[in-house]
C-alpha cells in the first residue's frame, strides 16, 4: 500500500477533498492523508458540502499541519497549490517521491453561491478525474522515476475546462 500525503498551504479545502477523493476511490490501494504547511485550522464548509453532495465521506477530515507526518513514512506527496496564482507552494523535505497538481483556490473564489459551489465542483471534479487516471496505472510495477513521470503527466491534464 503507498502511504499518499495530499499538500497544500491551507489544508481546507483541496488537499481535503484530494484525501477524501483518495481514500474512497482507493478502496484500501493506497493510504490517505492530507496537510498543509500553514494549516487554517478549519476545513471549509463548502469543500465538506462538495464532498457531501457526492457522497464521500467527510468523517475524521480535519485542517492539520504538515508537522502531524514527521514520524510518518510517506511514499508520495501531491502538491495541489496554484503556482500560477503566485501561491506559495510546500516543500515536504522528507525522503518521499513529489509530484505536483496545481488547482485554483476554491476558497479564494467570490460571487454568487452558485459561482462558488461550481468552483468547489470544479476542484473535485478535477481531483476525482486525476486520481481515477492515477489509480489505472499500475502503481506496484512502475519504478519510482516512471511513477513520479506519470504522476506528474496526470497533473498537467487541462482538465479544469472540460465539461
Not at 492523508?33 to 468523517?59: C, D, M, Q
Not at 476525482?128 to 499500475?138: A, G, H
Request: glycine letters at 6%; proline letters at 4%.
Amino acid at each position: 500500500m503507498h502511504n499518499m500525503l495530499i499538500l497544500c498551504t491551507g489544508n481546507s479545502c483541496r488537499s481535503i477533498i484530494g484525501e477524501a477523493l483518495l481514500k474512497h476511490l482507493g478502496k484500501g490501494r493506497v493510504k490517505a492523508f492530507s496537510a498543509g504547511s500553514r494549516p487554517t485550522g478549519l476545513v471549509n464548509p463548502n469543500a465538506l458540502a462538495t464532498l457531501k453532495n457526492h457522497g464521500i465521506a467527510t468523517e475524521g477530515l480535519y485542517s492539520k499541519s504538515l508537522e502531524t507526518f514527521s514520524d510518518q513514512h510517506i511514499d508520495m506527496t501531491i502538491t495541489v497549490c496554484d503556482r500560477a496564482a503566485d501561491e506559495a507552494c510546500p516543500v515536504y523535505l522528507k525522503r518521499t517521491l513529489r509530484v505536483h497538481w496545481g488547482l485554483p483556490d476554491p476558497a479564494q473564489v467570490t460571487g454568487t453561491d452558485e459561482e462558488i459551489r461550481a468552483a468547489f465542483e470544479s476542484t473535485y471534479d478535477a481531483l476525482k478525474s486525476r486520481i481515477d487516471t492515477m489509480l489505472e496505472l499500475p502503481l506496484r510495477e512502475l519504478s519510482d522515476r516512471e511513477l513520479v513521470t506519470e504522476l506528474n503527466k496526470i497533473g498537467e491534464m487541462d482538465i479544469l475546462d472540460k465539461e
